[in-house]
């Protein structure tokens, strides 16, 4: 049928590869209906010419590495339309003064959950902060630039071994900066921000916005405090001279 004759093409399956690659399992695996439909439309207006790699997959979404129609490197991140996690996410877009009408339906959720990261990202970036940036969604699906050069760029965790002491302390405060800036200037909380969120670039960058959101929201101080908490944690046991938690915290909320 079209829209599968479709789905292959994006997936490459056309041409050359064969259907036992990871790409074509996971495809095969998580690719629901509206999924396919979204990819094909995306594949229609030129914003994905194709997959070619599975770069994570999670619970709630599964990243892929993609070219547009241009030829350029994109990153597709899709959100599983069947998810355990509806209660979190409920109770996040619920407590986000920015979502209105709640869907009762899990799939249309995750059309709003996916909307607010699209909107989060954009956000980010009008106050100076190193996202990647994004491209375009619809329904459960995420284009956004791709951060890498042929490989995706490693993830902070991935790589600590190979840090010096002076790295730590570089990349320490480029995460606070963001914290502060954020917070400050952008009245907003990344709200999972952790070595598993940063990638390692020139310069780096903080990706996995989903669960980030506004000061106005009541949940944001205690985002804000698990943030400052986890990060702060993390480069002490890195050996760098970390700012004291709660010093810096009620600068924050004071500012
Ligand atoms: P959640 O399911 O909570 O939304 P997740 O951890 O599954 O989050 P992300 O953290 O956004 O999703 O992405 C998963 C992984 O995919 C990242 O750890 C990173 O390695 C990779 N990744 C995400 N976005 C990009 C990007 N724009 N360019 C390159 N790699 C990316
Ligand atoms: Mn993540």
Redesign the pocket.
Known sequence: EFIEREIEEVLGLTERREKDSELYKIANEVFDRTTKETLAYLHRRGKIESLYGV??T????N?F?GIDSEGNRI?V?I?RTYTTEFRRIWEYLAADPRVGYLPKDMRKLVFVWTRR?YKNLKRAIKYAVRV?EPIIFRNNVLV?????DEL??P?LKDVERELTKVDFEELYAFTMGVIERLWKRGDMVHG?LSE??I?IHEPP?V??W??ATVKRNKMSVSLLRRDLRNVINYFARKGVSVDDFEEKFRELIES
Do not use: H, T
Request: charged share 25%.
């Open positions: 770069i994570s999670g619970k709630e979404a990243v590495a990153a991140k959100y990261e990647p956004m630039e791709f951060i890498g995706p760029a993830r999972d598993y969120n990638l960058v990706i996995d989903s669960q």
